[in-house]
């Protein structure tokens, strides 16, 4: 389970806290985040999800605080909307306990968090015509990862699902992935980013 993999703990509840009943719904439904992840918008972000997704096995369910979803949600929320995606109601922060012993709360400290700018934009694919290389350069030590594949129109819509990717894809910078975390969920990062759909149908 690659959202919540060496989190600490390696046994967990099911049902979980959104009600998932089997592992392979867990691990479906855990992979749609880990793009989110990869944007860094919240050092808590894997922390708050796994103890909904994978809760620790214990004889009672631990709840995340609702200020560590509060937190979270603050940071990541607005990079969901720029790509397309609000903050789900099941995520609806007043559902969970406010801080005390007995629910996990932040470990980051908020003075710190405060500080630091999420690494994602809605620019984060756009590489304007022209660019130099150096400017392409910058581009892709700044980068996450970076990978090059070849896709071709399927048909006139609009979004990314009107295309073909090729099978191949070869990874030019892996950073902290592995290369086996990549290609499964390649797709699902292009849906999230409207700006390669923009980049790619000025291109076509």
């Given at each position: 389970m690659?959202?919540c993999?060496?989190?600490?703990?390696?046994?967990m509840?099911?049902?979980?806290?959104?009600?998932?009943e089997t592992?392979?719904?867990?691990?479906?439904?855990?992979?749609?985040?880990?793009?989110l992840?990869?944007?860094?918008?919240?050092?808590?972000?894997?922390?708050?999800l796994?103890?909904?997704?994978?809760?620790?096995?214990?004889?009672?369910?631990?709840?995340?605080c609702?200020?560590?979803?509060?937190?979270?949600?603050?940071?990541?929320?607005?990079?969901?909307?720029?790509y397309g995606?609000?903050?789900p109601?099941?995520l609806?922060?007043?559902?969970?306990?406010?801080?005390?012993?007995?629910?996990?709360?932040?470990?980051?400290?908020?003075?710190t968090?405060?500080?630091?700018m999420?690494?994602?934009s809605?620019?984060?694919?756009?590489?304007?015509e022209?660019?130099?290389?150096?400017?392409i350069?910058?581009?892709?030590?700044?980068?996450?990862f970076?990978?090059?594949?070849?896709?071709?129109?399927?048909?006139?819509?609009?979004?990314?699902?009107?295309?073909?990717?090729?099978?191949?894809?070869?990874v030019l910078?892996?950073?902290?992935?592995?290369?086996?975390?990549?290609?499964?969920?390649?797709?699902?990062?292009?849906?999230?980013?409207?700006?390669?759909?923009?980049?790619?149908?000025?291109?076509?």
């Amino acid at each position: 389970m690659a959202l919540c993999y060496d989190i600490g703990y390696s046994e967990m509840r099911i049902p979980n806290l959104l009600e998932h009943e089997t592992m392979a719904e867990v691990i479906q439904q855990a992979s749609s985040w880990l793009p989110l992840l990869v944007r860094e918008c919240h050092p808590d972000a894997r922390i708050f999800l796994c103890s909904l997704f994978a809760p620790i096995c214990l004889d009672r369910l631990i709840y995340p605080c609702r200020s560590l979803c509060e937190a979270v949600k603050n940071s990541c929320a607005p990079i969901m909307a720029c790509y397309g995606y609000p903050w789900p109601e099941i995520l609806d922060c007043n559902q969970f306990p406010a801080d005390h012993n007995l629910c996990i709360s932040t470990i980051t400290d908020e003075t710190t968090s405060s500080k630091r700018m999420p690494r994602a934009s809605c620019r984060d694919c756009e590489l304007e015509e022209g660019s130099t290389a150096r400017e392409i350069l910058e581009i892709f030590c700044a980068s996450d990862f970076a990978l090059k594949i070849r896709i071709s129109r399927k048909n006139m819509t609009a979004t990314i699902s009107g295309f073909n990717m090729d099978t191949k894809v070869e990874v030019l910078k892996h950073g902290p992935l592995l290369r086996s975390e990549i290609h499964p969920n390649l797709q699902h990062w292009l849906d999230l980013d409207a700006t390669c759909v923009h980049n790619i149908m000025r291109a076509i």
